[in-house]
């Protein structure tokens, strides 16, 4: 299980929260067969998405992270509840790319950056509540970063990094985001901008055996952090052969029949487990 850890600094103007996510992408990768571009690339929506689930109010609410960016790993998806749980899908999981000239993955080349994050949160209103911000890079954080800065309007700092080995297994992943609220002073923004400055990379930390609440001591160094609650997360798809049924019923019985006329046993694929199910179309009209 991942680890997630809430954090906030002794004068309560700076929140924390992070994720060792390996586990958590890990299962994406076996699902989903993801190229080690792909891997990063989805892995780091994953962490983002479990970060923000964490930040709910509400364990029954959700988010929906979209990214198309127009390169050739297509539309990414993660899904995340109230407790940081997730799951997601990308379209081309077999892309690769050469890496960039500093030997890092070219997430951003494969996932572009001439589109849109969506940011979809289900609070259990009548309508979802949905934000939209240009991508400035397609590497995902800067673009998770942005949103909160445009859409929220919360000085937001999101770190984001997933190791891929040789064999493409995954080696380590997690991330953290850090939000100055209200009030913060000009020596605090400019102390808390220091510390993140001053850290390396997420996987270059977990790499060396660095727990999350490493991750926070070091952003919040100097601020006396103090942490709020820890939890477990996982990657967990919450599909069933009863979501499938009610999914076809909502196509209609016109639909339906013309999709039993050409096949009555219908095949229905999960895009976020890969799990495959099977309908009687007639036991389903009937």
Known sequence: MA?????????????FCGIDSTDIVCKAEQLHKTSAT??????????????MGSMLKDDRDSITLRVNGGGPAGLLIACTDGTGNVKGCIDHPLVELPPRADGHLD?????GKDGTLDVIRDLGL?????????LVSGEIAEDVTRYFAISEQTPTVCALGVLVNADLSVQCAGGFIVQL????????????????????AVTALLAQGKSVRDMLDMALDGFAPDVLDTSAAVYRCDCSEERV????????????????????????????CDKVYHVDLNELLA
């Open 38 to 51: 792909c891997s990063a690339a989805l892995g780091r929506l994953l962490t983002g998405a479990a970060l």
């Open 126 to 134: 009548r309508e979802p509540y949905i934000g939209q911000v240009p």
């Open 245 to 272: 049924q009610r999914m076809l019923r909502s196509l209609g019985r016109k639909e339906v029949e013309r999709l039993r006329d050409e096949d009555p046993r219908a095949e229905v694929d999960c895009q976020f």
């Open 3 to 15: 680890e997630l850890i809430r954090g906030l600094s002794d004068n309560g103007g700076i929140v």
């Open 107 to 111: 997430v951003g080349g494969a996932v």
């Open 181 to 200: 609220l209200p009030g913060a002073t000009e020596e605090e923004i400019t102390q808390l901008e220091k510390n993140i400055a001053a850290m390396p």
